[in-house]
């Protein structure tokens, strides 16, 4: 195993990999770049909706938490990762992710409204 | 603002929420949980993505890492995230996000072949 970190193996410009290997990771990196094109725009279609949740709250004078939404959406992410053999640690760990995220926009609606309520996750 | 945490406003048992705004609550959570079950699936895919790659460099002695490829993904993603109005340094967040769970893939696999090459981001 080298521990080389030159780039001569992964499509740069030293021609001393196989034709067929360079194809064949070149192919799976289009994949991986594609997919984490679709990750970002459905994440921002996703803040949308908890921007329209927090404003809905803010407006109606709603409690921002609600607990069992978000253990339901929890156990549900974790329940669906299973089915597609993804580690439901890291599903749940993502959640989490986002949800901090989610927080600080509310945050920033709290600061312009006086009121960000919402639940963190939605 | 209430900072109350009961169920109350978000569907639950009591009935004194407007029924269109728990209607519309509602709407956005449907949305945002198809939104969600994309993303596990999607990031499903990305995992088998990235562990053909981490076995073809095993295979064939690739070096694991390749900073330029990391940074084009970064650049990449963040220009895509700053075209649908996401967060660019949250786009990067996440994406470094995932490649820590590649990471832990890769040490899997690094245990299983004796051999865990790939880029952490691929």
Redesign the interface.
Known sequence: ????????????ASGR??PA?RA??AR??D???N?????????????K??Q??GH???A??????????EAH?IA??RR??EN????PA??E???N?IIA?VIRHHERIADGA??G?A?AG?
Do not use: W, Y
């Not at 997919?35 to 803040?47: P, Q, T, W, Y």
């Open positions: 195993m080298t521990t080389s970190n030159t780039n001569e193996a992964t499509g740069g990999v196989d290997v064949e990771l799976l990196r994949s991986i770049d997919i984490d094109a679709a990750v970002v725009h459905m994440l921002a279609e996703r803040f909706c908890t329209q949740v809905l709250k803010a109606h004078q709603l409690p921002p938490a609600d607990p069992s939404r959406q549900r992410l669906l990762a597609a053999k993804l580690d890291f599903a760990k993502l959640l992710f995220e006086g009121n309520a639940d939605e």
